[in-house]
């Protein structure tokens, strides 16, 4: 009996001292495979976790980390997210290089397998070329996750964002809200699925309104520091010239513009507070804004993907993809983990405002 005190005494202890962070996950499809691997790195780490913000891929991992961290911990959480992520592979149908086949025409001249399903999507709606709504995703979500188990027994703080069609509003599903449908909606790509209906609204990929939502973080948690995993560039290094190079990065601003005019928003007020901190007296609002530590991981190493890339779910394009999550992620620690509970370690102002 003594030494079940002690453990649970010493366990307490470490928690406690441990540095807690909120996490905003972006989405990216197969890309969020290297914030698998940034994850998986943290997890080991020791991170105690408050909140998690994603959408989409970053709403995959949110709940893949949940539903392992709701019955095993950190251990458990990075078991989930590896299940989860080799599910993801063996749902692909064939192995194909689909780098090639999107990006390149195939033998012959003829486009490849993906190229021509690609463009269908350009000439017909999802309702037309997949009236059956066929999904392999689904069946991977519904394998994998006790939504049941998650709403009632999870104590992290989940925001999964959503869009909803008719209004263009963000619709955030909380932790006690989630489900197959809300986690399906915030990776709904309206040129490959049909809209997911929930109380008879129907909604699209949360990237349109909040990739990811960071207002929750602000808000309804406890811990102001806030870690940025993004794999959208923030930057690219040449203003793009050929027609594909043109939609990649279309793509990339329509799925980032939200999160961007968030941050450059907070940015802006934060330097604002700080202009008459010498003699306006601060609010309870004012406070929070200027008490939250910001901390970014970037995939860097992503920029000149094709596009093509994020649809690339083979199982050696994610476990690239992880191993490189989890090499940036031992560099942030490395680096940043002594800073974390103490200040931030990203200057807002020059990355957004």
Not at 8 to 30: C, E, F, H, N, Y
Not at 38 to 49: A, F, I, K, S
Not at 259 to 283: D, K, T, V
Request: charged share 20%; net charge neutral; proline share 4%.
């Amino acid at each position: 009996m003594l030494g079940t005190r002690w453990w649970k005494r010493t366990v307490a202890t470490r928690d406690a001292a441990a540095p807690a962070l909120s996490l905003a996950l972006q989405g990216g499809g197969a890309h969020g495979a290297y914030t698998w691997g940034v994850l998986d790195r943290l997890l080991e780490d020791g991170w105690r976790l408050d909140g998690i913000s994603g959408t989409s891929a970053g709403a995959m991992n949110a709940v893949a980390l949940a539903q392992g961290w709701t019955h095993g911990g950190a251990d458990g959480a990075r078991e989930s997210l590896s299940t989860f992520w080799d599910a993801v592979a063996d749902s692909t149908p064939f192995e194909l290089n689909l780098l090639q086949s999107l990006n390149s025409a195939g033998d012959g001249g003829m486009p490849g397998p993906m190229n021509m399903m690609m463009s269908l999507t350009r000439l017909f709606s999802p309702y037309e070329f997949n009236p059956f709504e066929l999904n392999p995703l689904r069946d991977v979500v519904r394998a994998q996750f006790d939504f049941e188990r998650i709403r009632r027994d999870c104590r992290l703080k989940l925001f999964i964002a959503a869009t909803h069609v008719t209004s263009g509003k963000v619709r955030l599903f909380r932790t006690g809200e989630l489900s197959e449908d809300a986690l399906l909606a915030s990776a709904c790509l309206p040129t490959l699925h049909h809209a997911v209906e929930i109380d008879g609204e129907a909604y699209w990929d949360g990237g349109f309104t909040a990739n990811p939502a960071i207002y929750p973080l602000m808000y309804e948690c406890s811990t102001p520091d806030i870690l940025l995993v993004l794999l959208n560039p923030l930057s690219i290094a040449e203003v793009p010239r050929t027609a594909e190079e043109i939609a990649a990065r279309s793509m990339e601003l329509g799925f980032s513009t939200t999160f961007l005019r968030e941050m450059r928003m907070i940015a802006h007020a934060r330097a604002y507070i700080g202009e008459g901190s010498g003699w306006m007296p601060m609010g309870r609002f004012e406070r929070k804004l200027t008490g939250l530590r910001f901390h970014l991981v970037d995939a860097k190493e992503l920029a000149t993907a094709g596009k093509g890339s994020k649809l690339n779910a083979t199982r050696a394009f994610l476990h690239e993809l992880r191993d490189l999550g989890r090499a940036r992620g031992e560099s942030w620690v490395r680096e940043h983990r002594p800073s974390v509970g103490k200040r931030s370690t990203v200057d807002l102002a020059a990355l957004f405002a």
